[in-house]
Every structure is written in structure tokens, then in C-alpha cells.
């Protein structure tokens, strides 16, 4: 996967710009590998990471970035739906002063109804949720300077989320609106079950009203409880006749039965989160860095680093 994308078209006050192109390779079964170092050895400024196995996107992502030595980074997929041509704007924002560039997709061609509105609820229901404001129909194309680049070095959470993870840092950002392609080719890797996951890690990353939620459900079925014990008080003391049958008392206890795992999954959600951080495990586990030469990468997470040329 493209992590940082500069052209050898780009000039910085009438200067060619060093560029670098690092492809992430999140332990493809195909022949990726293959043909991305067939691509370095014919040119220099290819660098590759190849994961011992895959770890998932944002994972990449974060390898991407670790690798990357350039002092602005552009983070894209490799599906080519983001146009890299986007990237000469990026840079002239950059050269303006701006931190962090973000495209906006004002398009999204080749895409479902459902996944177009499913996206569309996520980033709204996020920043509802979320203290941080993230920028909506925005995804992981964009440029970052060195800078803000170093800061999500730092931050050695797990469960990442990237988009969520820049606004956080704050710096000086500017959003800019494109119209995102189809894909080139291949299939999509983020079936249902990855999406609603993704989207679960950015809500528990970034907001703790879950919890608050909870607390709130806990409460209204307590007070639910309670008016029902007044109005059977009031039915036995005062009408002379008492509530019968099972059927309000089945679907009580499985109102409440149902409040009560619901807060139990949010609770364990997080704090499945806090034991997978604990336990201080690699982010990700590299196989081999090919094209560094005598250079090495920016940031090496990895236990196993070997580099090859």
C-alpha cells in the first residue's frame, strides 16, 4: 500500500524535491511482494516494508508513516480511487504553511447506496459522540508535515485511529475537496464485519458517552422498576385487586436482562482494549525493509528490523 507519494514533477522554490515512495505490504498471499521488488530494483527511491503476516490497515498505515523519511508524508491506498495527481495540490498547500492537507470526497463513485450512507451516518454519529472533531467524508489521503508526523509516532495506543489520531494533534489544517475515482482494479478487503469494526474502534477510541449511555439505560430501567412497584402497591392497597399473569413479568426481566449486557459489552469493549494495550505487544512484526540502501527508516517498531538493500 502507497504510504508516502511524492512525484519527481514537484519543486519547492525552483528545486527538484527528494521523493520517496513506501509500499506497505500488510502480508499479501498474491505475488505484491514480488513485483514491488521488481519495481525497486529498477528504481532507487522505492522503499518496501513487508509484514510478517497482515495486521490490518491502520496498522499499515502506521507502519507507512514509521518509514517514511521525508519531512512531509502523504498517506494513500494503493487502489488508486484517491488520484495521486491530488497530491501536487497537497504540496502546493503545504509549501503555504499548512500542517495537515485533507482531501474531502465530494464524490464517491463505484460505491453502494448502503456503504455512501453507512459512511455518511459513521462520521456524523462519531463527532456527535466524540469531544474531537473529526472532518467528515474524509478518509487517510492526505499530506502531513514531519512534525505532526512525529506526534502520532508518539502516541503508542493500539486500537488506532488514524483520521481521529490527526485531529487530535491539532496543527494548522485545510481540507481539500476532490472527487474520489473508482477502483482500478481488484476487490475491496473491508467486508461488513471489518467496517462496523472499524467504526466500533473509532467510537471507543475517541468518546467515552458509551459508557455514559450506559449509566443513563441503567437508570431509566431502575426508574421503570420503580414506577411499576407503585402502580402494583397502588393496584393492591387502594383498587383491592393485584396484577396478574406472566407475561409483564417475563418482559421486565428481559428488559432489563437485555440493559444489563448491553452496558456489560460496552464495559467490555474497553476494557478489552486496556488488556490488548497492556500487554505491550509490537504493533506489527516486519519480515524485511527492502530499498533503504545505507539509510534506514525514520522509526523501526518492529523486534525483527532486518533491511535489506
Same mark, same amino acid.
Given at each position: 500500500?502507497l ?13 527538484a ?6 509500499f ?13 521488488l ?24 502506521t507502519?507507512g ?11 494513500m491506498?494503493?487502489?488508486?480511487q ?5 497530491v501536487?495540490?497537497?504540496f ?11 482531501a ?14 453507512t ?8 463527532n ?11 478518509g ?12 502520532l ?8 485511529f488514524?483520521?481521529?489520531?490527526v ?5 494548522k ?7 474520489r475515482?473508482?477502483r482500478?482494479?481488484?476487490t ?8 462496523? *469494526?472499524?467504526?466500533?474502534?473509532? $467510537? &471507543? =477510541?475517541f468518546s ?9 439505560? !441503567? #437508570? ?5 422498576a ?6 402494583a ?10 396484577? *396478574?399473569?406472566?407475561?409483564?413479568? $417475563? &418482559? =421486565?426481566v428481559?428488559?432489563i436482562?437485555g440493559?444489563?449486557l448491553?452496558?456489560? !459489552? #460496552?464495559l ?5 482494549r ?32 532486518h533491511?535489506?538493500s
Amino acid at each position: 500500500m502507497l504510504r508516502e507519494a511524492r512525484t519527481p514533477e514537484f519543486s519547492g522554490g525552483g528545486e527538484a524535491v527528494e521523493t520517496e515512495l513506501v509500499f506497505v505490504n500488510d502480508g499479501s498471499s498474491d505475488k505484491t511482494l514480488e513485483i514491488l521488488l521488481q519495481h525497486q530494483a529498477h528504481n532507487p527511491n522505492i522503499r518496501v516494508v513487508n509484514f510478517a503476516r497482515n495486521f490490518g490497515h491502520q496498522i499499515a498505515v502506521t507502519a507507512g508513516m514509521d518509514a517514511a523519511n521525508g519531512d512531509a508524508v502523504v498517506l494513500m491506498d494503493c487502489d488508486l480511487q484517491d488520484p495521486p495527481e491530488v497530491v501536487l495540490k497537497m504540496f502546493t498547500l503545504w509549501l503555504e504553511g499548512y500542517d495537515v492537507v485533507y482531501a474531502t470526497r465530494t464524490k464517491r463513485p463505484g460505491e453502494t447506496r448502503f456503504k455512501k450512507a453507512t459512511a455518511t451516518l459513521f462520521y456524523r454519529v462519531l463527532n456527535l459522540l466524540s469531544d474531537t472533531k473529526i472532518p467528515l467524508d474524509t478518509g487517510d489521503f492526505r499530506l502531513m508535515d514531519r512534525k505532526v508526523v512525529d506526534a502520532l509516532d508518539a502516541m503508542p495506543e493500539r486500537d488506532r485511529f488514524i483520521r481521529g489520531m490527526v485531529s487530535w494533534v491539532g496543527f494548522k489544517q485545510i481540507s481539500l475537496p476532490y472527487e474520489r475515482a473508482e477502483r482500478f482494479a481488484g476487490t475491496s478487503k473491508y467486508p461488513l464485519t471489518k467496517m462496523l *469494526s472499524f467504526a466500533l474502534t473509532g $467510537i &471507543l =477510541s475517541f468518546s467515552t458517552k458509551p459508557l455514559k449511555l450506559a449509566s443513563l439505560l !441503567g #437508570i431509566f430501567s431502575s426508574f421503570i422498576a420503580v414506577l411499576g412497584l407503585v402502580y402494583a402497591l397502588y393496584a393492591k392497597f387502594f383498587t383491592g385487586g393485584a396484577i *396478574s399473569g406472566w407475561t409483564s413479568l $417475563i &418482559l =421486565s426481566v428481559l428488559f432489563i436482562g437485555g440493559v444489563q449486557l448491553f452496558c456489560t !459489552g #460496552i464495559l467490555g469493549e474497553y476494557i478489552g482494549r486496556i488488556y490488548n494495550h497492556v500487554k505491550e505487544r509490537p504493533l506489527y512484526i516486519v519480515e524485511g525493509y527492502y530499498g533503504y540502501g545505507k539509510s534506514s527508516p525514520k522509526l523501526v517498531r518492529s523486534p525483527v528490523n532486518h533491511v535489506e538493500s
